[in-house]
């Protein structure tokens, strides 16, 4: 069975602080993990996957098949980031496993 | 980008009543489309996968008597919620996959969802 973990509901920093959101998943064979974003009032879209190994909006996510994790980071943080983040899994197809999901509130 | 568009947007209904919840692709062809559900403050659920003329693929724990799912066409998936009580009330959101080369490979596009309460 496939598993995916965001022990965090709510993540709050301040402007310009670093932002780790963690995630960690279960997955006996080889994942395709993403994080998805919802924006206040808008529909989830995809933010970064993990076989891009690109940074979207200052956000970068590195997969550690050693510890099973996809933590996704951002070295300075914005108030637009301000957000529900879900880190998403796939083991093959379309069908998509979510973490539980964390609320990432930017202060100034 | 891939647009996916639900309808409607949100419906009040009384309990043992019928719903019926569309989703389209509207410039993407997609022979499967999902079905999610989202218990407030709590993460998606996929119910069922979609797929064009063919039945419905069902998650463990959902009843298909009770969520059908049709997918008549390329565009349009609906999914009907039938005798419905309060317990159904909550946010069902659907999905789509374009064909592959378009996008990202494996990239969803969700539509934004149909807030269902049930009286």
């Known amino acids: 069975a496939q598993r995916v973990t965001q022990p965090e509901k709510l993540l709050s920093v301040f402007k310009g602080a670093p932002v780790e959101l963690k995630c960690n998943y279960s997955y006996s064979g080889s994942p395709e993990l993403f994080w998805y974003v919802q924006y206040s009032r808008q529909r989830l879209q995809l933010l970064l996957r993990?076989?891009s190994r690109e940074s979207i909006k200052g956000f970068t996510a590195d997969l550690n098949k050693g510890e099973t994790s996809f933590h996704l980071k951002k070295p300075f943080a914005q108030e637009e980031d301000s957000a529900m983040y879900y880190c998403v899994l796939t083991g093959g197809g379309n069908k998509l496993t979510f973490g539980t999901g964390t609320q990432l509130k930017v202060e100034l | 980008g891939a647009v996916v568009s639900q309808h409607p947007s949100w419906v009040i209904c009384k309990s043992g009543t019928s719903v019926k919840i569309e989703c389209r692709s509207l410039?993407?062809?997609?022979?499967?489309m999902f079905w999610y559900r989202q218990f407030p403050k709590q993460s998606l659920m996929l119910m069922a996968t979609?797929?064009?003329?063919?039945?419905?693929?069902?998650e463990q724990g959902v009843e298909k008597d009770k969520f059908l799912i049709n997918h008549a066409s390329l565009t349009l998936s609906t999914l009907t919620v039938t005798s419905a009580h309060p317990e159904d009330s909550s946010f069902y959101i659907c999905s789509a996959t374009p064909p592959g080369g378009r996008f990202t490979y494996n990239e969803q596009f969700f539509g934004p969802g149909t807030r269902l309460t049930v009286l």
């Open positions: 979609s797929n064009e003329g063919s039945k419905a693929t069902y």
């Open positions: 993990h076989i």
């Open positions: 410039d993407f062809q997609a022979t499967t």
